[in-house]
């Protein structure tokens, strides 16, 4: 397969974007967390005038940060930030960045994601170590912002909250920031807004990344990452599928094409499941009604992220 995918130009960073969103889609409460939490990044690191690059190494680390995160109860159990749990969402989100090219660079953002200021052992002006100061800012934020409230009415009591992180849990320079941006409404209204996924991807700082036969190469590593390493009962899973797919493809002599297609269809049928808890894919027994519900959604999430690609 590795060498005849080739032809095929897959925008990327739409794609980024779409998984980010699917990431969120397994509780109420999560709605949208990677990519207003990618959207705070952003402004803070353009109030701290970061170069571009850098800016769009926080953003991408920001908008699939919890990657790491399998179930459901991982993704949501994350309000200590202390707690000994978030360690392991921490290590598998550092890992899987690093088998991605154009994620490897923000790897250490995500691994520190959770680590207050005063258990990082390095300087603040160390390589990535305000970013992922911002990066932990940001995500505590977009936590403790109330979902059924209006966003205006919180703005105060948040503000007071991330002050108070200031020293211990939060650098003070990077509070300073937030501090500075959180001063004008117009910076609640977007992070709150419906639209802030098409505004980022039109508007925000991630320029626009096209794979190329290499890329795609590593895309297979990352979505094996990212879906089959989610369970111990699909560790092998699309390999597997994609392997006998192509076998049936030359037994039934399908021009080459078609077989790409096929593999390609293979190698991604299952990226749905990003948006399905682990605790419903790897259950032992019976699926409950609505537990089945989740499970038949894969397929139907599995074809608006390609579609939007
Ligand atoms: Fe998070
Ligand atoms: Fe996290
Ligand atoms: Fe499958």
Known sequence: MKTRISGK???MSDLMFSISEAMDVAHHKLALHQLRTAYICWKMA???????????????????????????????????FEAEDCEPHCLR???IYRQVPWLAASAKMVRLHHTPWCRCNESIDAPDVMEA??????????????????????TSALREKMHNMAGKIIHTRVVELFLCISENEAFWLELTAPNLMNFLKYKGPV????????????????????????????ASHTAGVSSCTNSLGILLGLP????????????LHD????????????????????????????SYLTFTLLDSV
């Open 46 to 80: 353009e109030e701290a005038v970061l170069a571009p690059a850098q800016i769009e190494k926080l953003f991408l680390a920001a908008m699939l940060h919890d990657i790491g995160a399998f179930t459901a109860l991982e993704k949501i159990s994350h309000y200590e």
């Open 207 to 234: 320029q626009h990344i096209y794979g190329d036969a290499a890329a795609a190469l590593k895309m297979e590593e990352f979505f094996t990452a990212i879906i089959d390493f989610r369970s111990k009962y699909t």
């Open 93 to 95: 989100g550092e890992l």
């Open 9 to 11: 130009q897959i925008n």
């Open 271 to 298: 990226l749905g499941k990003i948006g399905v808890p682990n605790e419903i894919l790897e259950k032992p027994g019976q699926l409950t009604r609505q537990e089945f519900a989740m499970i038949k959604m894969h």
């Open 256 to 267: 080459e094409s078609e077989r790409v297609e096929l593999e390609l269809a293979a190698t």
């Open 133 to 154: 100061q911002m990066l932990m800012l940001a995500e505590k934020l977009e936590r403790e912002i109330d979902r059924e409230g209006y966003i205006l009415n919180q």
